[in-house]
C-alpha cells in the first residue's frame, strides 16, 4: 500500500473528526491534494477497497469531480485527459458493483461528468448502462437506473435549447424502448413476488426509479415513443395505484415506504400529463381522477402519505384549472364532499405537526414560511381551494366560509381545546382571499367575497394582542403569516398598528414564534408604496428602535438561534431604514456585532447568517464614517483583530471574501496616509492560493485598487512585478478578465508616474493585444475600449498612439478601425459610455498623426461612431461562436464569492464632463482653428450623421471651418 493511499486515507478519516481544527487540517490537505495527478483514480480505489474510509471517498470523490471537472473555454483544465478518461472507464462498473450507499454517490459524481461530457464526449455511457438491463440482477439494474434518474433529471429545470434537444432525441433513440421493456416485465413478474419481501421492495425499489425517470424523459415535451407507447405505460401505472402490497406496509408514521413513494410519483406523472398533455392524454384522465380520488379518502393521516396525498391533491387541481373538465367538479355535492373529504381534513394541524413546531422548529420554518412545502398536504390543499375559486369563486367562497364560521365559533366556544380549528380556519380564508400572489410582495389582490380587513381585525389582532408569548403559540404564528402574505394590501395604518405588537413577540421562547416575528418585520420595512418609494421610513421606528435591538440580540443568545437568519436580516434592514437614526445605538451593534462574529469564526455554518452579519457591519461603517470620517479608526481597531487573527490566519474560506469586502470599504473611507497594517498585509494579498479560489477574486482586486490609490507611492518594486503578474493571469481568463481591467485601470490612474514606466505601460499594451488576438470576445472587447479611453485622457492621445505602433508598424490604424469605429458601440453601462466618448473624442480632436490626410476616411469613420454613441441604442449582440455564460449561473461550479451590498463601491465620475453632445461639439470647434475639417466632413461623412452633429454644434454656438 502506497504512502499516498495511507496519507489521503488517514485525511480522508480525519474530516470526521469532532475537533473543528483537526477537521479543517484535513480538508485543506485534501484540496491541496486536488492538484495531483491520479487523484480521482486514488480515491476510487479506496471506494473500491471498500476500507472504513470508503463512503468518505466517494462523497470526496463526488465534491472533487463537481469542482473539476467542468472545461473553461480557453483555459487549461483542472483534470488531465488522461485522468478523465481513466475515470471514465473505472466509475461506470465500480458504480454498479458498489453497496447502495456508495453507489448513490458514485452515481451522482456519473452525472456530473455526464452533464459535461455526454453524449459528445461520452458517446458509449447509454449503452454500457443499457447492456446491464439483460443481466436479470436488480441490484446492478438498480445502479443503472439510479445513474440515469441522476443524469436526466435536469431536463425538468433547463431551458430548451438545440442542444438540449440533440441530446434528448439521443437519450430517446437509446433508452426509451429498453426502460419500457423493463417496465413492463417489472411490472409482469410483480405476481410471482407478492409475498417475498426482499425481492418485493427490490422491484418496487427500481419501479419508482423508472416512473421518476419516465417523468424526466417526459419534462420537455411528450415524446413520440411514450405517445405511442401511452396504453402500455397509463394501464401499468393506474394498476400500480389500486394494488395494495401489504408486505410493503412499514411501522413507521413518518418515513414513506416503496408504496407511497411509487403511487406518489405516478400522481406526479399523472398531473404532468394532465396539464402538458391533456389532448393525448384526456382518455385515461378521468380513469386516474376516479383511482386518486378513491386513494386519497382511504389514505390516513400519518407523516409518511404527505407526499402521496399532496401529489393526488395536485393531480387533481391541474384537471380542475383545465376549463374543458369543469363538469367533473362544477355540481355543488362535488364542492361539498371535496371540501368534506380533502381540502378540510389535510388542513388540519395533526399532532406531527406539532411535534415538528416544538421538537424540530427550523423544518417547521422551511416548510411553512419558506414556501418550501411543496411536499405537504397542507400546501396542496390550499392550492387546490385556490384552484376552485379561479374556476367556481362565488359558490367556493360561499360554501367554505360556511366551515370557516363553523370552525371560528367552535373556537370562540373553547380556544384552549379548539384552537387547531382556528389555525385550520386561518389558513382557509388565506387561500381562499389571496388570488395575485409573488413571492416578493405577498398577496397583490383580494377575493371580492372575502372581507379581507374584518378578519384581520377580529380575528387576527386580538390573538397578537394578547402579552403572554406562551399561550396558543401556533396561533400567533399563523397570524403573523397572515399579516405578511397580506402585508401590500393591509394599508400602512394597519401594518404601522400591528408593528408594536410583532414587536413583542421579537424575542418569544418559541424559535418559530420569534422567528416568524421577525420574518415580518423584515419584510414589512421593505414594501414599496405607490410610485416605488418606501413605504415605511426611518422615523416610523425611531420610538420602536431601541426596543427592537435589545429583543432581536436577546433572540440571537437563545438556544438554536444563535445564528438566526431571519434576525440577522431583520437587524440588516433596521439599520438599513434608520441609518443615522441608529446612531446613538451604534456602539452597543458593534460590539455585538463584532461578538458574534468571533463566535460564528469557530464553525461557520449558516452562509445566509453570516453574510447578513457582515452586512450590518458594513451598514454601521457607512453610517457612522458618513457623519464622522474619524471614526474609520476605531472600527479598525475593533475589527482587524478579528480579521487576522480568527479568519485570514487561520484561513476560513467562507470568510475572507467578506473580510477583503469590509477592509476595502474602511480604507476607501480613510484619507492617507493609511495604516501601517493595509501595507503589511499587502505582500499577502499577492499570494496565489487566494487567486486560486473564486470567491476571493473580485474583493481581492477591489482592495488592492483601494492601496494603490492611498498608497501607491510605498509599493516595492518587486510587487510591481507581481501585481503584473496578477494582473496577467486575470487577462488571460474569460472568467476574470473584467478584473484584470479594473486592475490595471487603477495602475494607470493612481500609480505615480514613476512607478508605472514605459516598459510597464508596453508590457501592459503586449498583454492586451495577444489575448485580443488569441481569444477575442464581446465582453474582452468591451473592457479594452473602455481602459483604452482611460489611457487616453490620462496619458495623452499621441502617448497612446505611439505604444501602439510600437507593438507592430501601423497597428494604430488597425486598432481603430477593427475595433474603436467597429465595436463602439458594444460598450455597456451609462458611466463606461461617457468614458470611451470623452476618450476617444480626445483621440479625434488632439492626436497628431490622426489628424493627417492619410487617415482622413477612418477619422471620419471614428466621429460618426461617438455620434452613434449619442444617437443609437446599445449593440448588446454576441458572436454566435461565442459561448459566454455567467460564471455564477453555470451548474456544478462553485463560487464562494457574495457581494456585499452595503460595502460596494460607488462608481465614480472620473471624466468631468456632463454634456458630452456639447464636449463633442466644443472640441471640434477647437480643432478646426487650426486644423480645417469642414471639407472632410462634407466629403466623407454619412448626410444623418451629419446632420445630427450640425444640431449639436448649432445648440453649442460652435461654427466650424
Not at 32 to 39: R, T
Not at 875 to 889: G, L, M, P, R, Y
Amino acid at each position: 500500500m502506497g504512502e499516498e493511499y495511507k496519507a489521503l486515507s488517514f485525511h480522508l478519516g480525519q474530516t470526521m473528526s469532532p475537533d473543528g481544527d483537526t477537521r479543517r487540517t484535513s480538508e485543506k490537505f485534501l484540496e491541496a491534494c486536488e492538484k495531483n495527478p491520479g487523484y480521482g483514480i486514488l480515491l476510487l480505489r479506496i471506494v473500491k477497497d471498500g476500507v472504513n474510509v470508503s463512503l468518505n471517498a466517494a462523497i470526496t470523490f463526488k465534491n472533487f469531480i463537481d469542482r473539476n471537472w467542468r472545461m473553461i473555454d480557453e483555459e487549461p483544465g483542472k483534470i488531465s485527459e488522461k485522468d478523465r478518461v481513466e475515470i471514465k472507464t473505472a466509475v461506470v462498473t465500480l458504480m454498479l458493483h458498489s453497496p447502495e450507499i456508495l453507489q448513490k454517490q458514485l452515481s451522482e459524481a456519473i452525472s456530473i461528468i455526464g452533464r459535461e461530457d455526454f453524449p459528445e464526449k461520452w458517446p458509449h455511457l447509454l449503452d454500457e448502462m443499457i447492456g446491464h438491463f439483460s443481466s436479470g440482477e436488480f441490484s446492478i439494474i438498480n445502479g443503472v437506473l439510479r445513474t440515469a434518474h441522476t443524469l436526466f433529471k435536469r431536463y425538468r429545470h433547463e431551458f430548451r435549447s438545440d442542444n438540449l434537444w440533440t441530446e434528448i432525441k439521443i437519450v430517446l433513440g437509446s433508452f426509451a424502448k429498453p426502460l419500457t421493456d423493463l417496465f413492463d416485465q417489472t411490472v409482469q413478474i410483480l405476481p410471482n413476488h407478492m409475498n417475498n419481501g426482499p425481492i418485493i421492495k427490490t422491484l418496487y425499489s427500481s419501479l419508482v426509479l423508472i416512473a421518476k425517470i419516465f417523468y424526466s424523459l417526459n419534462y420537455q415535451d411528450l415524446p413520440e415513443f411514450f405517445e405511442d407507447n401511452m396504453k402500455t405505460w397509463m394501464t401499468h401505472f393506474k394498476q400500480l395505484l389500486e394494488t395494495d402490497v401489504p408486505i410493503l406496509n412499514t411501522d413507521s408514521e413518518d418515513e414513506a415506504g416503496l408504496l407511497e413513494l411509487l403511487r406518489s410519483q405516478i400522481c406526479e406523472n399523472a398531473a404532468m400529463y394532465a396539464q402538458k398533455y391533456d389532448e393525448e392524454f384526456k382518455s385515461y384522465l378521468p380513469e386516474f381522477v376516479t383511482s386518486i380520488w378513491n386513494l386519497l379518502i382511504k389514505t390516513g393521516s400519518q407523516m409518511k402519505y404527505d407526499l402521496l396525498v399532496s401529489n393526488a391533491i395536485n393531480y387533481l387541481r391541474s384537471v380542475c384549472e383545465r376549463p374543458q373538465y369543469r363538469s367533473l367538479f362544477e355540481k355543488e355535492e362535488s364542492l361539498l364532499s371535496i371540501c368534506q373529504k380533502v381540502v378540510i381534513p389535510n388542513m388540519q394541524f395533526r399532532p406531527s405537526d406539532l411535534e415538528m413546531f416544538e421538537d424540530n422548529p427550523d423544518e417547521y420554518i422551511r416548510r411553512d414560511m419558506e414556501g418550501s412545502d411543496v411536499d405537504t398536504r397542507r400546501r396542496a390543499a390550499c392550492d387546490l381551494v385556490r384552484a376552485f375559486v379561479k374556476q367556481f369563486e362565488q359558490p367556493t367562497t360561499q360554501l367554505f366560509s360556511q366551515y370557516v364560521n363553523l370552525m371560528l365559533q367552535r373556537y370562540a366556544e373553547s380556544p384552549d381545546n379548539h384552537w387547531i380549528e382556528k389555525d385550520a380556519a386561518i389558513y382557509l380564508v388565506t387561500s381562499l382571499a389571496q388570488q395575485g400572489t409573488t413571492q416578493k410582495h405577498g398577496a397583490t389582490k383580494s377575493n371580492q367575497f372575502v372581507n379581507l380587513m374584518e378578519f384581520f381585525t377580529t380575528q387576527i389582532v386580538p390573538e397578537l394582542q394578547n402579552n403572554d408569548p406562551t399561550r396558543l403559540p401556533v396561533l400567533k404564528a399563523d397570524c403573523l403569516r397572515f399579516v405578511v402574505t397580506f402585508r401590500t394590501l393591509l394599508g400602512k395604518n394597519n401594518l404601522l398598528a400591528v408593528l408594536p405588537l410583532v414587536i413583542k413577540l421579537l424575542d418569544a421562547p418559541n424559535r418559530v414564534l420569534h422567528t416568524y416575528a421577525a420574518h415580518v418585520i423584515e419584510r414589512l420595512l421593505v414594501i414599496k408604496a405607490d410610485g416605488n418609494v418606501p413605504l415605511m421610513n426611518g422615523s416610523d421606528i425611531e420610538g420602536l428602535l431601541g426596543e427592537i435591538l435589545t429583543k432581536i440580540f436577546n433572540a440571537l443568545k437563545m438556544e438554536g438561534s444563535e445564528e438566526n437568519e431571519y434576525m440577522m436580516k431583520t437587524l440588516m434592514r433596521v439599520i438599513s431604514l434608520s441609518q443615522e437614526k441608529s446612531l446613538p445605538f451604534m456602539q452597543a451593534l458593534v460590539t455585538g456585532l463584532s461578538e458574534k462574529l468571533k463566535d460564528v469564526c469557530k464553525n461557520p455554518s449558516k452562509p445566509h447568517f453570516n453574510h447578513y452579519l457582515f452586512e450590518s457591519l458594513s451598514l454601521c461603517i457607512r453610517i457612522t464614517c458618513s457623519k464622522s470620517p474619524e471614526a474609520v479608526a476605531s472600527f479598525e481597531q475593533v475589527l482587524f483583530t478579528i480579521f487576522c487573527d480568527n479568519i485570514l490566519q487561520r484561513d476560513i474560506v467562507e470568510f475572507i471574501p467578506y473580510v477583503f469586502q469590509v477592509m476595502s470599504l474602511l480604507l476607501e473611507i480613510r484619507e492617507p496616509e493609511i495604516p501601517d497594517i493595509y501595507m503589511n498585509i499587502f505582500p499577502h494579498l499577492l499570494n496565489p492560493l487566494y487567486w486560486e479560489r473564486p470567491g476571493n477574486i473580485a474583493p481581492l482586486v477591489r482592495l488592492i485598487q483601494a492601496i494603490i490609490e492611498k498608497n501607491g507611492e510605498k509599493i516595492e518594486e518587486e510587487k510591481m512585478n507581481n501585481l503584473m503578474g496578477v494582473f496577467q493571469k486575470l487577462n488571460h481568463s474569460k472568467s476574470n478578465d473584467q478584473h484584470g481591467f479594473s486592475l490595471i485601470t487603477s495602475m494607470i490612474e493612481k500609480m505615480p508616474s514613476h512607478k508605472l514606466t514605459d516598459t510597464r505601460k508596453s508590457q501592459i499594451f503586449t498583454v492586451l493585444f495577444k489575448r485580443l488576438m488569441q481569444a477575442k470576445t464581446t465582453k474582452y472587447v468591451r473592457g479594452l475600449l473602455v481602459f483604452f479611453s482611460i489611457f487616453i485622457i490620462r496619458n495623452s492621445p499621441d502617448v497612446f498612439q505611439q505604444i501602439v505602433d510600437s507593438m507592430q508598424a501601423g497597428m494604430f490604424k488597425m486598432v481603430v478601425e477593427r475595433v474603436i469605429v467597429a465595436d463602439m458601440q458594444k460598450v455597456h453601462g451609462k458611466m463606461e459610455r461617457k468614458t470611451c466618448f470623452v476618450g476617444f473624442t480626445r483621440l479625434l480632436t488632439t492626436c497628431t498623426l490622426f489628424l493627417t490626410d492619410e487617415y482622413a476616411t477612418l477619422w471620419v469613420g471614428l466621429l460618426e461612431a461617438l455620434i452613434g454613441v449619442l444617437e443609437l441604442p446599445e449593440d448588446k449582440s454576441v458572436a454566435d461562436n461565442e459561448h459566454f455564460v455567467e460564471i455564477d449561473e453555470t451548474p456544478g461550479y462553485q463560487t464562494a464569492y457574495s457581494q456585499l451590498v452595503f460595502a460596494n463601491n460607488k462608481k465614480q465620475d472620473n471624466v468631468g464632463v456632463d454634456n458630452p453632445k456639447l464636449y463633442l461639439a466644443q472640441s471640434l470647434g477647437a480643432l478646426s482653428k487650426n486644423h480645417p475639417i469642414s471639407a472632410k466632413l462634407s466629403a466623407h461623412m454619412n448626410k444623418e450623421a451629419l446632420g445630427f452633429l450640425q444640431n449639436y454644434l448649432n445648440e453649442a454656438q460652435v461654427q466650424i471651418s
